[in-house]
């Protein structure tokens, strides 16, 4: 009888494990399709496509923190590229899904991350007098990355505080020396990262560094892409043209 109990367990505990591969392997290939899809984000459509890839995935295996900052960092891309009036929805739930990244994994440097730009994103979407309650998480969730990594995203972190110190106002913890200084590291451990550069350029316009933009915004344009970044190397080069002429204006 014991015997008997012995290989009814043994069985029981061969599904069990059977079933948890089976969800694995689902997870993985999920995340997988997601990432290709998120390949080919210079296409809306497909950037939608990964983000619910991630959001199936994570109706397999609720407990992964990689689907969650993955879904964060497809829906960044999503809500800056649909209509203003649709923003807001998207980074609210770009937000919930780097939260709960880091929730299972407080240490995540890519739930921090995304979770920082998504603040910054939503902030904009409402307007910076509406948003200012948003600046110390902000600085909270790129402190976090910069603790554990600060060249995660080629110095994202600090280009995203260098665009907060320079974009908010002074009253309300703005500093356009601490803009120039975030934005100067982010160039330096992201010299190709070109949106850095077209930050600082806008600093420096603001400044009447004319000069200074100018070079900025030439690197910018002419500079070779890094590798898996150029759909939104595109974007950057597509700014840098835009702030050149209107730095050109200005320069007459």
């Not at 969800?23 to 990964?50: C, H, P, V």
């Not at 899904?97 to 939503?122: C, E, F, N, R």
Request: aromatic share 10%.
């Amino acid at each position: 009888m014991k015997r008997e109990k012995f290989w009814v367990m043994l069985a029981v505990f061969a599904m069990f494990l059977a079933v948890n591969s089976a969800w694995a392997a689902d997870y993985q290939a999920l995340i997988a399709e997601g990432d290709s899809w998120y390949e080919q984000r210079s296409d809306l459509a497909k950037a939608k496509m990964a983000a619910e890839k991630y959001k199936e995935a994570i109706d397999v295996d609720p407990n992964q923190p990689e689907a969650y900052w993955k879904l964060a960092r497809a829906l960044y891309w999503v809500g800056q590229h649909s209509p203003q009036d649709q923003q807001i929805p998207i980074f609210e739930e770009g937000i919930a899904a780097a939260k709960k990244a880091i929730q299972l994994d407080p240490d995540s440097v890519p739930g921090h991350y995304w979770l920082g730009v998504s603040y910054g994103l939503y902030g904009q979407a409402k307007g910076i007098m509406k948003s200012l309650s948003l600046v110390d998480p902000i600085k909270k969730e790129m402190a976090e990355v910069i603790k554990r990594d600060p060249g995660y995203n080629m110095g994202g972190a600090y280009m995203v505080l260098g665009r907060m110190y320079f974009k908010v106002p002074g009253l309300f913890g703005g500093d356009k020396k601490k803009a120039e200084e975030n934005l100067k590291k982010a160039i330096e451990l992201g010299p190709n990262r070109w949106i850095s550069h077209v930050n600082l350029a806008e600093l420096y316009m603001d400044q009447k560094k004319y000069d200074q933009a100018k070079a900025l915004l030439t690197q910018a344009i002419e500079g070779s892409c890094p590798q898996g970044q150029e759909p939104d190397c595109q974007d950057w080069k597509k700014d840098a043209r835009e702030l050149l002429k209107q730095l050109e204006e200005k320069m007459k």
